[in-house]
């Protein structure tokens, strides 16, 4: 108990109390916090209720590594493929369409041996300007960040490829096509959008080759006859077949490459490009066999490495080179075109060099 002395005293004072301040506006509600929502099929669900397989897995390989970096990366590469596997399950759940995993295929999409080579032509670029303009110039060899990435979204066939030949392009519908290319008469400043070929003749394209020739040849370019279609195998198609598995991989990219997080970075990378790698005949992933898939995807790295070359060609910039899946060369101010950085929509700088003889202007004469 506490002593006497220090207990407080009831109030004696007899006067009236003093009355209320009058009451004022009332305080502003405070917002409740919003939630994160995200598309679960048809349906609606928060990000909260989502798994973050890719956090979750590097979070259990740093414990399990006792924080070692290096082999953490190293063990969650190793897994890239089943996991990518996991991870494409969970982001098609609720989804639209089925994924037909292990259908049919026909003859020209597969091997006969593993050494012969693919019957599909997926345009790969390999292209060096043929002339250079006079002078001496800096050439910036650009990096396409994610290129693979990127080409998740492409018009993916559903099911089985059904065998048409009405020479009719369906816009509803993707596959592999027989077509007799058109000229292409501007390889002095552009490549090919079919890449380097030496044999004439008719060849089996992809999807997104054959909408890049026929979008090449429509009035808004006017650069090229269309090509002539013999025969297809297509199937019912979507552009956003794997757009839920694309995004997730690109957030968890972002995510990782503006937290300086390179275990998770080398982890997303090796999931999307050994997906894409091993989902033809191969041995490392049995879980689906696509090889239309494989050969459109690829495509489809190649044909947005072409529209990207033609977008530097338009605003005035020198197309030097353009090469694989990620690199092209150019002579010009190209930031006026391009945003430099890491993310899939922005460009690295790989190298800068110089090229051409330089001019002496009193002599006018080249100079070394």
């Not at 089925?98 to 259908?103: C, F, I, K, L, S």
């Not at 012969?116 to 396409?144: C, M």
């Not at 290129?147 to 009719?168: N, R």
């Amino acid at each position: 108990m506490w002593p006497t002395a220090s207990r407080p005293h009831p109030r004696r004072d007899r006067s009236p109390p003093p009355r209320p301040p009058a009451p004022g506006p009332a305080p502003a509600a405070r917002p409740a916090p919003q939630t994160k929502t995200v598309r679960s099929g048809r349906r609606v669900q928060t990000a909260a209720e989502v798994p973050d397989l890719i956090g979750d897995a590097v979070t259990q390989a740093l414990s399990a590594h006792h924080g070692d970096l290096e082999a953490a990366t190293a063990a969650l590469v190793k897994r890239a493929i089943p996991d990518a596997m996991a991870l494409l399950d969970a982001t098609r759940k609720g989804g639209r369409y089925d994924v037909v995993a292990h259908p049919w295929m026909p003859d020209i999409l597969l091997k006969p041996t593993t050494r012969d080579a693919d019957q599909i032509w997926e345009a790969r670029p390999k292209w060096t300007r043929p002339h250079l303009p006079a002078g001496q110039h800096q050439v910036t060899s650009l990096d396409i960040n994610g290129a693979y990435l990127s080409a998740l979204k492409t018009h993916l066939p559903i099911g089985q490829l059904e065998h048409d030949t009405s020479g009719v392009h369906d816009r509803r519908r993707a596959g592999v096509h027989l077509i007799t290319p058109p000229a292409w008469p501007h390889d002095a400043v552009l490549p090919n959008p079919l890449g380097n070929r030496d044999e004439p003749g008719p060849l089996w394209v992809t999807e997104p080759t054959l909408r890049l020739l026929l979008r090449l040849a429509g009035p808004a370019y006017g650069l090229c006859d269309p090509p002539q279609i013999h025969e297809s195998f297509t199937s019912g198609a979507t552009e956003n077949l794997l757009e839920k598995f694309r995004i997730t991989l690109k957030d968890a990219r972002d995510r990782a490459i503006a937290e300086d997080d390179e275990v998770t970075e080398e982890y997303v990378k090796a999931m999307y490009s050994k997906f894409v790698s091993t989902m033809g005949e191969s041995n490392y992933n049995r879980e689906l066999y696509r090889p239309d898939w494989m050969h459109i995807i690829r495509s489809q790295a190649f044909a947005n490495l072409w529209t990207k070359a033609y977008k530097a060609h338009e605003a005035g910039l020198t197309v030097l080179s353009v090469q694989g899946t990620d690199e092209l060369h150019v002579i010009g101010d190209w930031r006026r075109i391009f945003t430099e950085g890491r993310a899939v929509t922005e460009v690295k700088v790989k190298d800068l060099y110089t090229v051409g003889a330089a001019t002496d202007p009193a002599a006018g004469e080249l100079t070394d």
